[in-house]
């Protein structure tokens, strides 16, 4: 008696307990649909899951408003925890967004992998595939066909420089003429030369050799890989060649010996460490940021060597979404031409989409900042002259591994032949 | 009615007796069977096999990654940088916590507010102090440089250099942990009873003679506990020389991974290169690693008495 007495009511108390939960399930399930049934239809939210600024932020109320039953929702990370977190949750088979930004240096890696993406092909992709430039369109293309992502933009190359830098140094500051001292890059580092013999103290010529040398090999025909995903980088004599001249430059004292994206290299924006840096579309974003207080006195003059590409994203539908057919047809609006002119003229984040260069809005496009630079007609020039180059699975690693490789030297850790050999048995290990 | 209920009331008092206490701590097991036994076991398991997060398929390789991990000299290096940051961030942790404890042991005024104070270091965010300590330990604007140059020193690029970062990095952890582990020795320096001071006093022994013989003997389970704690974290050393090179978003430790440690190395294996079954490999070798440093550590510790 005595135990059923004080048993029944621990029993009984866990029955409560889990009624309690059940009708709280229970209700607010149904609360749900309730609410959904009042609206009309279910609200979908799109999750897009980017990285940097990729420029769309002012684009979504537009389409929100367009499509009553679609919420965006856009989270930001930094580039490589980004890429991680996607490479994790495609593994997993859940928690990517429905959107999903690919870097260039990735997008090769994970197309290797298409099973994880939805297949734009199937999706009319096709009738698309005139807008964007031939080889942004191949890049994200598998190998057995499957398109698996949109071009956003491209990194055509330019030349940004401190107008009040090069003169105190008694070098001409007109853009025109700047970007007469550097038809090639041999003529950029003879300028440098010139640069450091007179330089205002405290500054170099250029941020960081890595920097310069990322510039020199997107310009090269070939780069870390051939077209038969072979790496090259000990077989190319381009890399060497940059390789080279960068270390050179090194010697002479043209570097800061700044890495790039580190807090250091953000630092030396606004310290006035570098007079020159190459500068990707993408890049006048990052300026800006960085050295406010220099608005007017920075300038674009042309890349040496002409043309060239140094980055570019795009915009993927991991297979694993629920609302695949909303997020496909999300990606093909924010990559047409017509939003693609917005984010130019927003945020300077150069298109991919051919149709977009001709448009007048577009050339006619001057930046305040800059100078009034004129970057339509700059930036469109540099992605007409763009040889597009074939990138491999491992080519973001590959160009870690140089990029460390360029450090050691200009930290004095090793002569720049001690170094080379180091990338190279890098390189060999990534290869495996 | 009795009769039949008192065997039943022994049953359910027996069963009570006997399986009461296994469920009391069944959810500790059951926890760590979940979040701890089990990641153990799977992952001896995928070190086994050759893993690309990126790829489906995974080949069972047995020993293999094992095999290649002791001929990689990027392990070994990693190897070497953590045992360096572990020796130079515990060693005089541990000493400065004790003479810490020693100090906060006497008679002080505002005693709650410093014995507070020695532990906010250990409050804090491990990602702010290290972008912190990272900026003062900075090649062209750090404030250490700065002070070096005020007694006319050359300026240090800190994260070039092997020892030069290793101390940078070490001073992160010591600043953060050595309050907590003073904390710790005061607790067992109060539970120490007056009257063998006292007794001491009236023999003649000094301050000096009054901590080394009295203090230290009696701490020596506490200094074991520390040692050991302190060799577990200290081994697995990984925010800090990520952090230390932030913005490079590469887990490599520097140009030439001179402060790259071995969980850091795991990190870039398993999460930059997706190679899943070699990460494995390393946390395994890792943890073999730290249960034999904790294991010479504890016999180190134990011959305090001894001495």
Same mark, same amino acid.
């Given at each position: 008696?005595?135990?059923?007495?004080?048993?029944?009511?621990?029993?009984?108390?866990?029955?409560?307990?889990?009624?309690?939960?059940?009708?709280?399930?229970?209700?607010?399930?149904?609360?749900?649909?309730?609410?959904?049934?009042?609206?009309?239809?279910?609200?979908?939210?799109?999750?897009?899951?980017?990285?940097?600024?990729?420029?769309?932020?002012?684009?979504?109320?537009?389409?929100?408003?367009?499509?009553?039953?679609?919420?965006?929702?856009?989270?930001?990370?930094?580039?490589?925890?980004?890429?991680?977190?996607?490479?994790?949750?495609?593994?997993?088979?859940?928690?990517?967004?429905?959107?999903?930004? #690919?870097?260039?240096?990735?997008?090769?890696?994970?197309?290797?992998?298409?099973?994880?993406?939805?297949?734009?092909?199937?999706?009319?992709?096709?009738?698309?595939?005139?807008?964007?430039?031939?080889?942004?369109?191949?890049?994200?293309?598998?190998?057995?066909?499957?398109?698996?992502?949109?071009?956003?933009?491209?990194?055509?190359?330019?030349?940004?420089?401190?107008?009040?830098?090069?003169?105190?140094?008694?070098?001409?500051?007109?853009?025109?003429?700047?970007?007469?001292?550097?038809?090639?890059?041999?003529?950029?580092?003879?300028?440098?030369?010139?640069?450091?013999?007179?330089?205002?103290?405290?500054?170099?010529?250029?941020?960081?050799?890595?920097?310069?040398?990322?510039?020199?090999?997107?310009?090269?025909?070939?780069?870390?890989?051939?077209?038969?995903?072979? #790496?090259?980088?000990?077989?190319?004599?381009?890399?060497?060649?940059?390789?080279?001249?960068?270390?050179?430059?090194?010697?002479?004292?043209?570097?800061?010996?700044?890495?790039?994206?580190?807090?250091?290299?953000?630092?030396?924006?606004?310290?006035?460490?570098?007079?020159?840096?190459?500068?990707?579309?993408?890049?006048?974003?990052?300026?800006?940021?960085?050295?406010? +207080?220099?608005?007017?006195?920075?300038?674009?003059?042309?890349?040496?060597?002409?043309?060239?590409?140094?980055?570019?994203?795009?915009?993927?539908?991991?297979?694993?979404?629920?609302?695949?057919?909303?997020?496909?047809?999300?990606?093909?609006?924010?990559?047409?031409?017509?939003?693609?002119?917005?984010?130019?003229?927003?945020?300077?984040?150069?298109?991919?989409?051919?149709?977009?260069?001709?448009?007048?809005?577009?050339?006619?496009?001057?930046?305040?900042?800059?100078?009034?630079?004129?970057?339509?007609?700059?930036?469109?020039?540099?992605?007409?002259?763009?040889?597009?180059?074939?990138?491999?699975?491992?080519?973001?690693?590959?160009?870690?591994?140089?990029?460390?490789?360029?450090?050691?030297? +200009?930290?004095?850790?090793?002569?720049?032949?001690?170094?080379?050999?180091?990338?190279?048995?890098?390189?060999?290990?990534?290869?495996? | *009615?009795?009769? !039949?209920?008192?065997?039943?009331?022994?049953?359910?008092?027996?069963?009570?007796?006997?399986?009461?206490?296994?469920?009391?701590?069944?959810?500790?097991?059951?926890?760590?069977?979940?979040?701890?036994?089990?990641?153990?076991?799977?992952?001896?398991?995928?070190?086994?096999?050759?893993?690309?997060?990126?790829?489906?398929?995974?080949?069972?390789?047995?020993?293999?990654?094992? &095999? @290649?991990?002791?001929?990689?000299?990027?392990?070994?290096?990693?190897?070497?940088?953590?045992?360096?940051?572990?020796?130079?961030?515990?060693?005089?942790?541990?000493?400065?916590?004790?003479?810490? &404890?020693? *100090?906060?042991?006497?008679?002080?005024?505002?005693?709650?507010?410093?014995? *507070?104070?020695?532990?906010?270091?250990?409050?804090?965010?491990?990602?702010?102090?290290?972008?912190?300590?990272?900026?003062?330990?900075?090649?062209?604007?750090?404030?250490?440089?700065?002070?070096?140059?005020?007694?006319?020193?050359?300026?240090?690029?800190?994260?070039?250099?092997?020892?030069?970062?290793?101390?940078?990095?070490?001073?992160?952890?010591?600043?953060?942990?050595?309050?907590?582990?003073?904390?710790?020795?005061?607790?067992? *320096?109060?539970?120490?009873?007056?009257?063998?001071? @006292?007794?001491?006093?009236?023999?003649?022994?000094?301050?000096?003679?009054?901590?080394?013989?009295?203090?230290?003997?009696?701490?020596?389970?506490?200094?074991?506990?520390?040692?050991?704690?302190?060799?577990?974290?200290? !081994?697995?050393?990984?925010?800090?020389?990520?952090?230390?090179?932030?913005?490079?978003?590469?887990?490599?430790?520097?140009?030439?991974?001179?402060?790259?440690?071995?969980?850091?190395?795991?990190? @870039?294996?398993?999460?930059?290169?997706? @190679?899943?079954?070699?990460?494995?490999?390393?946390?395994?070798?890792?943890?073999?690693?730290?249960?034999?440093?904790?294991?010479?550590?504890?016999?180190?510790?134990?011959?305090?008495?001894?001495?």
């Amino acid at each position: 008696m005595l135990a059923g007495r004080s048993g029944r009511p621990r029993v009984a108390a866990c029955l409560i307990g889990a009624a309690v939960l059940l009708t709280a399930c229970g209700s607010g399930g149904g609360g749900q649909a309730a609410g959904g049934g009042a609206s009309g239809e279910q609200k979908i939210t799109l999750t897009l899951n980017l990285f940097g600024n990729m420029g769309f932020k002012e684009l979504y109320a537009k389409y929100e408003a367009a499509h009553p039953n679609i919420k965006i929702v856009e989270r930001t990370s930094a580039y490589n925890d980004h890429h991680r977190n996607l490479a994790a949750h495609l593994a997993t088979g859940r928690g990517a967004g429905d959107v999903e930004g #690919v870097d260039t240096g990735f997008i090769a890696r994970f197309r290797q992998t298409p099973q994880h993406f939805t297949d734009l092909n199937k999706q009319g992709a096709a009738a698309l595939k005139d807008r964007w430039l031939p080889w942004k369109w191949e890049a994200s293309l598998a190998r057995t066909g499957e398109q698996i992502g949109y071009g956003t933009d491209v990194g055509g190359l330019a030349l940004c420089y401190r107008r009040d830098l090069l003169e105190k140094a008694g070098l001409p500051t007109g853009r025109d003429e700047v970007s007469k001292l550097w038809p090639d890059w041999a003529a950029y580092f003879e300028t440098g030369k010139k640069y450091t013999a007179d330089k205002p103290e405290g500054t170099a010529f250029f941020d960081g050799a890595a920097q310069i040398f990322n510039a020199m090999i997107g310009q090269a025909p070939v780069g870390f890989y051939d077209t038969a995903d072979n #790496v090259v980088v000990g077989g190319n004599p381009e890399v060497r060649k940059a390789y080279d001249q960068v270390v050179a430059a090194v010697a002479a004292g043209e570097s800061a010996k700044l890495v790039g994206s580190t807090p250091e290299w953000n630092t030396g924006f606004a310290k006035s460490q570098f007079a020159t840096i190459a500068c990707p579309a993408w890049m006048l974003a990052k300026i800006q940021d960085q050295a406010k +207080e220099f608005a007017g006195k920075w300038d674009i003059a042309a890349i040496p060597g002409g043309g060239g590409n140094w980055g570019g994203s795009y915009l993927t539908v991991p297979a694993q979404g629920k609302h695949v057919k909303e997020a496909v047809e999300l990606i093909a609006w924010l990559t047409a031409p017509e939003q693609q002119i917005e984010v130019f003229k927003t945020h300077g984040i150069l298109p991919s989409t051919v149709a977009t260069y001709d448009k007048p809005e577009v050339t006619s496009l001057t930046h305040p900042f800059f100078n009034d630079a004129p970057i339509g007609k700059i930036f469109t020039t540099a992605a007409r002259n763009l040889r597009p180059q074939y990138q491999g699975p491992r080519a973001g690693d590959i160009q870690t591994a140089l990029r460390d490789g360029i450090n050691r030297v +200009e930290q004095g850790k090793q002569t720049p032949e001690e170094s080379w050999q180091q990338i190279l048995r890098d390189v060999d290990r990534i290869k495996q | *009615m009795t009769s !039949l209920t008192r065997p039943r009331r022994a049953f359910a008092h027996r069963l009570d007796v006997k399986v009461s206490p296994y469920l009391y701590i069944a959810p500790f097991f059951l926890l760590f069977g979940a979040v701890g036994l089990f990641p153990l076991v799977y992952t001896a398991y995928v070190s086994m096999t050759d893993w690309n997060l990126l790829d489906t398929g995974r080949d069972w390789v047995g020993l293999a990654n094992y &095999a @290649e991990l002791m001929a990689d000299p990027y392990f070994w290096n990693a190897l070497f940088n953590t045992v360096s940051l572990w020796l130079l961030s515990t060693v005089p942790q541990l000493l400065a916590a004790l003479f810490i &404890a020693h *100090m906060l042991n006497r008679s002080l005024k505002a005693k709650t507010f410093f014995r *507070m104070g020695v532990l906010l270091p250990n409050v804090t965010s491990i990602v702010a102090v290290t972008i912190i300590f990272a900026q003062l330990f900075g090649r062209d604007f750090g404030m250490v440089n700065w002070l070096l140059g005020v007694f006319g020193a050359e300026p240090i690029d800190w994260a070039a250099g092997t020892l030069s970062s290793h101390l940078a990095i070490s001073l992160i952890v010591i600043w953060r942990w050595t309050g907590y582990n003073a904390l710790i020795y005061l607790a067992a *320096m109060q539970a120490i009873p007056g009257h063998l001071y @006292e007794a001491a006093t009236i023999d003649g022994a000094g301050q000096v003679t009054q901590f080394w013989r009295i203090t230290i003997p009696l701490l020596r389970p506490t200094i074991i506990f520390t040692a050991v704690v302190s060799t577990i974290g200290g !081994l697995q050393i990984m925010a800090e020389p990520l952090l230390f090179q932030a913005g490079t978003g590469n887990p490599t430790g520097g140009s030439d991974r001179q402060f790259q440690t071995v969980a850091l190395y795991l990190y @870039e294996q398993g999460f930059a290169r997706y @190679e899943f079954g070699y990460a494995s490999a390393i946390a395994w070798t890792l943890a073999v690693v730290i249960v034999i440093m904790a294991l010479v550590n504890f016999t180190i510790t134990r011959r305090i008495k001894s001495a």
